[in-house]
């Protein structure tokens, strides 16, 4: 047996590679605050420009890029249309409260994409006694979805009523990038769809910090005050912002043999005696049911003990997630450790 530990919690355990290192110590850099700082300026453009969108916006994490848009879409006592699953309602320590003091009215269903009847059926009356619906917020991919992906007609439909019905439509885009080479989407007919994107370069795309928000001009003047307002504005961050860069060139296309990978540790579980029943994974997401909540933590302890990390994710559900640290050598072995313990 090997000594190494194969850790499948989430795609942002990968440590940056020495390409990505040299790529971070060569950045040239400035005070980012006052807007000085050349490669963060440059990961700005750089991202805004695949989108299609007019400006970006580099922070250090997914949240608060997702918590500056959902501030600057909204007014105090607002509401915000999104997924029973979504990030930013659930894991974001009630951000949409906390800090834009909006309300949520949720989709609740079975998958974890809205279309347009579930979205239209939660939009307020143009009442003084409703709340105000300003925005929607689509995950692509999902996360508790085990990473699935949006179809092109469905967003171009969600998108279409926002507009009609004056609604802000935002993208938490954490695994965007999973989502466009596993559907193969024209980039920039895909981010037109969306007022704003929050793009994650600390997951797939495995650099060590960041996130970029990218919309229109006027919006990301007002996001950048969000920003500094949150504590977010970094001096010489452009050391970071290389590692994005970096990681735009050189792991998108890759993202397809994570994806690979998932659907081969797939078809391991579903061999599992134990395994109840493995969701198909469309990326990177892999997610499977065992019998009890106590089966559910036996596995994810003799799982560890063989060197094979993974996450609950549900009573009796866990989460695998394959990325850039992840080897053909380790599928291997991680598919013999799973028919060893879950057989
Ligand atoms: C990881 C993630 C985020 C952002 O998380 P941070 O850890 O704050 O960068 C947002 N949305 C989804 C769906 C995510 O998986």
Known sequence: MSNKVIDLRSDTVTKPSKGMMEAMFAAPVGDDVFGEDPTVNALEEKTARMFGHEAGLFCPSGTMTNQIA???????????ICHSSSHVYNYEGG???????????????????MSVAEVKALVNE????????????????????????????????????????????????????????????????????????????????????GSVLIGPKNFIKEARRVRKVMGGGMRQAGILAAAG????????????????????LAQALNRASQVVHAIPPE?????????????????????????????????????????????????????????????
């Open 245 to 264: 860069i970096y990681a735009l060139d050189q792991n998108v296309s890759r993202l397809t043999d994570d994806h690979d990978r998932a659907k081969e």
């Open 95 to 113: 951000g949409i409260a906390r800090n834009a003091a909006a309300s949520t009215k949720l989709v609740h269903n079975d998958g974890a994409t």
């Open 126 to 209: 143009d009442f003084d006694w409703l709340a105000n619906t300003s925005l929607v917020v689509a995950e692509d991919t999902s996360n508790r979805g085990g990473g699935k992906c949006y179809n092109t007609e469905e967003l171009e439909a969600l998108s279409r009523f926002c507009k009609d019905s004056n609604l802000s439509f935002h993208l938490d885009g954490a695994r965007v990038m999973n989502a466009i080479v596993e559907k193969n989407h024209d980039v920039l007919a895909y981010g037109n769809l969306f007022d704003s994107i929050s793009i994650c370069l600390s997951k797939g795309l495995g650099t060590p910090v």
């Open 283 to 343: 990326t990177n997401i892999l997610l499977f049911d065992l019998q009890s909540k106590e089966a559910k933590e036996a596995a994810l302890l003799n799982l560890e003990k063989e060197g094979l990390r993974a996450v609950s994710f549900g009573p009796a559900r866990i989460r695998m997630v394959t990325h850039l640290d992840i080897t053909d050598q380790d599928i291997d072995e991680s598919k013999r450790i799973i028919s060893k313990v879950l057989d």
């Open 70 to 80: 959902i501030q600057v879409h909204t007014s105090p006592g607002d509401e915000v």
